[in-house]
Structure formats: structure tokens, C-alpha cells
């Protein structure tokens, strides 16, 4: 992709996809990152990343330091975990996890103090660095992918024989209804999202790589640009479109390349990582620090005072909501993430993770309840897919046990943006249908290698 000039600048775009009305990102696009006050306890979750969980090297009763090393990656594809304050390990206890189901996590008992010494030694000298010394502070920090997959970052910077990778793209375009902390970040931070950026491109060997940023969050191409010549980064602006922040979809916006069915980004060669994980991997970089907090988007109609904070890793989610103000009425619904992609929660328990960007509050009345009415053929779904599936004949087919028919039509692909539910006129189920068949075929899958 060649350098483009800043008053010629085309605003780039998918096919498919949906914009949905009433965003939500009024309530905090305009409110500052705010840190957190100190919590006496902290519940890190031990699962915090795409594949194998992290092993505990700490037991009940450890004393620790804020950035210490508490559970190490076990292989390939794990990413390490740090302490987000310093005190003393209450225990690896169970917890109400994210997915629904109790996970385990290392309870931290703060000392007050929040004190520790940085782990790792900066590298100042990161433009001349050998590729192989940056890929593996990005290990050590224990980064991951905090748009949302928690996909250990190195796995990503590693292209395997025959994968030529030659485009790197930032994500900037946080298309998700409500959220607003990858916005708020690159407009206060935006010289180390884009130092990230230039870091990333230092280890794969690109040569140019682009941030991209939907035209809605102006200031914030604003502040990148400031420093896009300094770093060689092109800020490529984003037509507002849900969801443009897919990893396929923006690959095609940017580039025009086209991802194959069933591909994976480095297949038209590229890499894509999150804004956040690059200002991350900047901090690990230039500072040695590791991954302990993040930025979350506190939001939703019944929020007293919406916003945008700064969050240490194991901040329970009642306690981000107790920033927030509290609530005005019981909520609908409590979700992680952004209405569209998001899990609903069962408890106020849950921690902050790694891939955490939105703890949303919904009043009941915009709860969808789903229903089990039969299709109508009306094609809105088909229309708003940006994966160009058939949704209706998914579901369909799904829902009478055909998932050999689902996956003959390409179920595999579907990203579960939830596009397809959200111009549903009869809120059919369709997402929750696709997830089901997904689980399904990927046990098969797991069974048919053993």
C-alpha cells in the first residue's frame, strides 16, 4: 500500500453490513480515560487468552509486586499473566468466568501500596532492534489481541513457511454500538498507538503498515496524523459500517484484498491487530512494563455516569460499575463488549480481562428477546451479511439437526457479528443457531483427530 496523501485521501469500505441506529457512543466518545482507585481485591483470570491457560507460579500466601510474574504460558499458544498490583496471593480460587460458566483465577489481596519494579529492560533503540528481541518482549508481556479474540499476540507475528506477509493494519475502526475506549485512546495516546504500530512492523518486516479509523472519530485521525510521517504509518480513514473492524473486512477495505473462505488474514498477506494491543506493546517496548490494565468503556441507558476508565486486570465488574455511578433502574441485561458481539453476563462478579473493551448495562427494554417463529424469506439477513452467507438457511437448517447442510454452506465463515439478527424482522435466534452448529463441528472436528 503506498503512502497516501492527506488531502486526496479516499474513505474506504466494505459490501455488506449494517449501520445501526442510536450507536450509543454519544454517552462517553467526548469523556477523558479516568484511572480506577485502588481495589483491596483483584481475581485474574487465569484464561485470559485464545488456548491454553497461563500455569499459576504463585500459590496462597505468595507475597507479590505489581508487574510479577504470576502464571507463565504453557506453550505455543498462551500468553503469560503479571500482577496488576502488588500484595498477597489470597488463592486460586473459582469465579464467575465470563463464558457463563466458573473459572479459576489468582485472588490478590492489595498492600495499598501498588508498587513494584519494572520487569523488563526498555529498548530504546527499537527502530535498529533485531525483529527477534521486540517478538520476544511482546511474549514476556503477555500480550494479546484486546479487540475482543485475546488471541496471543506473538502467534500472529510468527507467518509460517510459504505465508508472505507484507501488510500490517491497525484496527482502529471500533464499529461496536457504545464502545469508545480504542476512540478515546488513539486521541489521547495516538504517538504510542502509532509507535505500536511501527514496532509491529519492525518485527514482521513491513515496510509501511496502516491504522484504520472510521470518519466518526475525526480528532482521533487527527492526533494519529500528527505522527503518522514521523513513524511511516498511513492513517487510512473508514466509512462508519458495522462491522467494519472485522478482521476480513478491513483487510478488503484497506487493501482490496480479498480473505478465501475459510482463510486466515496472513492468506492474503496481511496481519491485523488492535489499536490497544499496539499502544500494549509500545508500553512493553520503550517503558518494559507488561500487560496489567486496560482501558473499558463503562456504559449503557441505565449508567449514572458513563465512561471511560482505566482498568486493572481482575476489577470485578460491579466495581467498574460502582465508578460508573451506579445505575438508575435494575438492568436488562449486563454484557461484556458491545451489543452486537458481546456476552451477556449471569453475574456482576465477573473480572476485567484482557479482551475486556465495553462493560455494557441495557434497560429491558432494549433486551432483545429472540423468538422461535419460523423464517419469512424477506433476504434482510443475506443483504446485511458481510460474509456474503445465506443466515436464514443456516438457521434453518440448523434448527432441524442438518448441520452437514450448514456446514456445506459455509457456517465456519460466519463471523458472528450478528448483522443477520439485528435486521431480523421476526428476531430470530440466528446467531445463537450459528454458535450452536459451530460447537458442534468443532467437537466434531477435535473428535475426528484423536
Request: some cysteine.
Amino acid at each position: 500500500m503506498k503512502s497516501m496523501n492527506k488531502s486526496s485521501r479516499n474513505v474506504m469500505t466494505f459490501s455488506g453490513g449494517i449501520h445501526p441506529a442510536g450507536d450509543g457512543k454519544e454517552l462517553t466518545n467526548k469523556l477523558a480515560i479516568r484511572s480506577a482507585k485502588l481495589l483491596e481485591r483483584y481475581f485474574v483470570l487465569l484464561a485470559e487468552n485464545a488456548g491454553k491457560p497461563p500455569v499459576p507460579v504463585v500459590k496462597k500466601g505468595d507475597k507479590v509486586r505489581k508487574y510479577q510474574l504470576i502464571a507463565k504460558a504453557d506453550g505455543a499458544v498462551s500468553a503469560n499473566l503479571h500482577a496488576p498490583t502488588s500484595g498477597e496471593v489470597g488463592g486460586i480460587i473459582e469465579v464467575p468466568g465470563p463464558m457463563g460458566v466458573p473459572a479459576m483465577a489468582i485472588e490478590i489481596i492489595s498492600d495499598g501500596e501498588d508498587s513494584g519494579d519494572v520487569p523488563y529492560e526498555p529498548i530504546c533503540n527499537w527502530e535498529t532492534a533485531d525483529p527477534d528481541l521486540l517478538l520476544q518482549r511482546v511474549i514476556d508481556a503477555g500480550l494479546v489481541g484486546m479487540g475482543g479474540a485475546s488471541f496471543p499476540t506473538h502467534v500472529k507475528l510468527k507467518p509460517p513457511p510459504g505465508k508472505a506477509v507484507d501488510m500490517l493494519i491497525l484496527n482502529g475502526a471500533e464499529c461496536e454500538p457504545y464502545l469508545t475506549a480504542d476512540h478515546r485512546l488513539m486521541f489521547e495516546k495516538p504517538e504510542k498507538v502509532v509507535r505500536g504500530a511501527a514496532i509491529f512492523a519492525r518485527i514482521l518486516g513491513v515496510r509501511r503498515p496502516a491504522i484504520g479509523v472510521e470518519i466518526n472519530k475525526g480528532d482521533a485521525i487527527e492526533a494519529l496524523e500528527r505522527f503518522e510521517d514521523r513513524y511511516g504509518v498511513d492513517i487510512v480513514p473508514l466509512q462508519v459500517r458495522y462491522p467494519q473492524g472485522s478482521e476480513k473486512q478491513l483487510i478488503n477495505a484497506i487493501t482490496g484484498r480479498t480473505v478465501r473462505s475459510g482463510g486466515l488474514p496472513m492468506d492474503a498477506g496481511c496481519v491485523v491487530q488492535n489499536v490497544g494491543t499496539a499502544a500494549a506493546l509500545s508500553d512493553a517496548v520503550v517503558k518494559g512494563i507488561p500487560l496489567v490494565e486496560r482501558i473499558v468503556t463503562v456504559t449503557g441507558d441505565v449508567v449514572v455516569s458513563p465512561g471511560n476508565w482505566k482498568l486493572k486486570l481482575g476489577t470485578p465488574a460491579i466495581e467498574a460499575v460502582k465508578l460508573a455511578g451506579g445505575v438508575t433502574e435494575e438492568p436488562g441485561k449486563l454484557i461484556f463488549g458491545g451489543p452486537m458481539m458481546g456476552f451477556a453476563q449471569k453475574s456482576f462478579q465477573v473480572p476485567v480481562a484482557k479482551n475486556t473493551s465495553g462493560i455494557l448495562l441495557l434497560p429491558f427494554k432494549l433486551a432483545v428477546n429472540y423468538e422461535a417463529s419460523g423464517c419469512i424469506r424477506c433476504g434482510r439477513c443475506v443483504q446485511g451479511c458481510p460474509m456474503h452467507l445465506m443466515p436464514c438457511l443456516l438457521s434453518t437448517a440448523i434448527e432441524a439437526d442438518r448441520i452437514d447442510l450448514a456446514l456445506q454452506n459455509h457456517v465456519m465463515d460466519c463471523m458472528e457479528c450478528g448483522s443477520c439478527a439485528y435486521v431480523c424482522p421476526d428476531h430470530r435466534p440466528l446467531v445463537q443457531n450459528i454458535r450452536r452448529a459451530k460447537a458442534e463441528l468443532r467437537k466434531q472436528f477435535a473428535n475426528e483427530r484423536k
